[in-house]
């Protein structure tokens, strides 16, 4: 069961705040310019709106007369023909928001249901025998159903007989230019109604303010809803009389952009036009837009018909839009979610401490330069603000020569030679906080030795005074030992506490004062226990191991560090001399985790 003080309990996080003009200015200035840039959005894009999508219907009327000029043949004499064409001759219905408008023609006249030769156009219509047709067969490129025959189709070829409306249609490439090129002089009205029905609003594109008859301005009347069709290719950039000879399709954008609101009421269209088909496609791809139909009538009793192979241009009017209206949620919403931006003034900032404090650059990671002023203050705000935490694992140590700016990481499985000789990597000494020193007066005094204290302890103190005689090879300052431990583990305890030949650092008056003062240790102890109360031995141990403790912390300055900090030998003995186990026998390393 969770405790009641956790769930009644309230975590926070830690602020550190930098006094300094210049972060202060810069943070200042990101603050105001993502302020600027939100209210900017706000207005600008209408964020504080509730938007809802454009439904709409359209209906169109196309206008326009065209006189076209046909060439027929009579009684074996080509003759010219002049035919009228009116709306009802080249639009056509079409589902959806589209209208069709016929530019050129192929006919097919007098066509009625009979035996014919099929028109050699694909390759199962030719043929130079019976044997090469095959009676029933439907091809979907054929225009009817075999019979089964190979017949004559003019001089020089041969195709199989069908049943079907006959004469068959001919391959004929449309007419050049196209039969109906003045159709670029049409007009089409677009009555276009929309409806927002989360906002009950209705309207449409032609206004009561607006002059009809009118035609359509990019500039001098963009609200007119009548197009000439010539000005629709000349907006997209198209020629008219180019794809009016194989047809295309044409899109007749109509964007709303509604500003619902009633201080600031704005609902005009805003038209535009492409052309949707491709333009480039390969001629074998069969470019264009075009399509059959056929008139049929009677002559003689017998039914006939004209088909008509139409070209023309498909306009496909696009309707979208937003219509948007003040809504109060909505700006709360905005504001909650821009609220996170004022959080990349902290990010920059921190970015820029971490990127130029000279912790970084003497670690290699930057570039920076180390004399720099401005480098030296970022890495006192990064001291300030960050705290280096390694992984605990037992092959992580620490080492600390008095000759040596900085501390040793060794981090090795196993460890095949002495800590003093193992180079590991070097890691920046943190900076000492000496206010937990000012609990102690250095000017203690060793108190005289206990009456009635065991003589074997007095023996063990003369008996374990180290020697430079007794001194293993590894041992700089002469005053280490040889390790008691097994084999195994003996490489952990061969450190001295130099670097280089030098005196020792057990020989200084701080060391005695830091590490070896009985009335400083047991000050500590009781700082931690008022009321600790141990015989002799306990308390030599107790003592031992703050001593121990003691110079962990003043050597290496962090609490994580002193966890798996190697004392040097010398160091070692001077307090297992000054604070002894009855035994002698002392167990060595052991790691906290």
Known sequence: MVPVVQLCGYKSVKVLQIHSVWIGTLKNTFLVSICIYICFALVSDKLYQRKEPVISSVHTKVKGIAEVTEKVTEGGEMKSLRNIFDSADYTFPLQGNSFFVMTNFLKSEGQEQK????????????????????????DPQSKGIQTGKCV??????????????????????????????????????????????????????????????????????????????????????????????????????????????????????????????????????IPGYNFRYAKYYKENNVEKRTL?????????ILVFGTGG???????????????????????????????????????????????????AVNEYYYRKKYELVMEPKSTLKYVSFVDEPHIRMVDQQLLGKSLQVVKGQEVPRPQADIMNLSRLSLSL??????PGQPEEVQLLRREVTPGSKDSPGWCQCGNCLPSRLPENRRALEELCCRRKPGPCITTSELFRKLVLSRQALQLLLLYQEPLLVLEEEATNRRLRHCAYRCYAIWRFASQDMADFAILPSCCRWRIRKEFPKTEGQYSGFKYPY
């Open 308 to 316: 008509i192979k139409a070209f023309g241009i498909r306009f496909d």
């Open 152 to 285: 004559q189709y003019d001089k020089n070829r041969k195709t199989c007989e069908i049943f079907a409306w006959c004469p068959a249609e001919e391959g004929k490439e449309a007419p050049r230019p196209a039969l109906l090129g003045s159709a670029e002089n049409f007009t089409v009205l677009i009555k276009n109604n929309i409806d927002f029905p989360g906002h009950n609003y209705t309207t449409k594109n032609i206004f009561p303010d607006l002059k009809i008859p009118c035609t359509f301005h990019k500039t001098q009347n963009p609200q007119c809803p009548i197009f000439r069709l010539g000005d629709i290719f000349q907006e997209a950039g198209e020629n008219f009389s180019e794809v009016a000879i194989q047809g295309g399709i044409m899109g007749i954008e109509i964007y709303w952009d509604c500003n619902l609101d009633s201080w600031s009421h704005r609902c005009r269209p805003k038209y535009s036009f492409r052309r949707l088909d491709d333009k480039y496609t390969n001629k074998s791809l």
């Open 115 to 138: 035996l014919c030769p099929e028109f050699p156009t694909s390759p199962s219509a030719k043929c130079k025998s019976d044997r090469d047709c095959i009676k029933g067969w439907m």
């Open 325 to 375: 209206k003040f809504d109060i949620i909505q700006l709360v919403v905005y504001i909650g979610s821009t609220l996170s931006y004022f959080g990349l003034a902290t990010v920059f900032i921190d970015l820029l401490i971490n990127t130029y404090s000279s912790a970084f650059c003497r670690s290699g990671v930057y570039p920076c330069c180390k004399c720099c002023e401005f480098c």
């Open 445 to 450: 005094h060793d108190s005289p030795p206990i």
